[in-house]
T-cell receptor, first 114, second 114 residues
């Protein structure tokens, strides 16, 4: 089963460090999304790619956050100068494209900032 | 703006009894609505979706939901709970914009007792 994969699954870092997460979407899915889920809450939208183009960024995505999808395949999400408030589960989803298509989610990367 | 409200943060049922997870939505247009399930240490999985076709939507694992415009509700039901149904359930509405940005409710944790 070649679903959405994310790496790493867990990341513990110290405040002020930079971290980078990777998402590999389902092959041939041209839409890719990042969401963030804090404890006891539902996921919140962060950003969206159509192929390699980043078409929307949430206000939740401060200047310390950057996301890329260089060749329209995998995507990376980098957080610079991490803060304790960045501790959360970071979820990636992909979809084929076209209308209200189904988003398939990866298992997430759990970030803990000490 | 679109939003969903899940009326119960926790629901507890006995195995073999019916399940009802309540969701109200707010939308200025005819919405697309979803229910996702999240098992511990697993990715979000789509249970079912409503996209303005039949108002009674059948999903996987015996779940179904009914779209009621007059009540702005999209409650999730299952006739008989199984132990394996214990998980976090999210009611989700899709935003305007054509690319299906998902807006999640806070979630309902379902516990199933023997």
């Amino acid at each position: 089963d070649t679903g959405v994969s994310q790496d790493p699954r867990h990341k513990i870092t110290k405040r002020g460090q930079n971290v980078t997460f990777r998402c590999d979407p389902i092959s041939e899915h041209n839409r890719l999304y990042w969401y963030r889920q804090t404890l006891g809450q539902g996921p919140e939208f962060l950003t969206y790619f159509q192929n390699e183009a980043q078409l929307e960024k949430s206000r939740l995505l401060s200047d310390r956050f950057s996301a890329e999808r260089p060749k329209g395949s995998f995507s990376t999400l980098e957080i610079q100068r991490t803060e304790q408030g960045d501790s959360a589960m970071y979820l990636c989803a992909s979809s084929l494209g076209g209308g209200m298509d189904t988003q398939y989610f990866g298992p997430g990367t759990r970030l803990t900032v000490l | 703006a679109q939003s969903v409200t899940q009326l119960d943060s926790h629901v507890s049922v006995s195995e073999g009894t019916p399940v009802l997870l309540r969701c109200n939505y707010s939308s200025s247009y005819s919405p697309s609505l979803f229910w996702y399930v999240q098992h511990p240490n697993k990715g979000l999985q789509l249970l079912l979706k409503y996209t303005s076709a039949a108002t009674l939507v059948k999903g996987i694992n015996g779940f179904e939901a009914e779209f009621k415009k007059s009540e702005t509700s999209f409650h999730l039901t299952k006739p008989s709970a199984h132990m394996s149904d214990a998980a976090e359930y999210f009611c989700v509405v899709s935003s305007l914009g054509g690319y299906n940005k998902l807006i999640f409710g806070a979630g309902t944790r379902l516990a199933v007792h023997p």
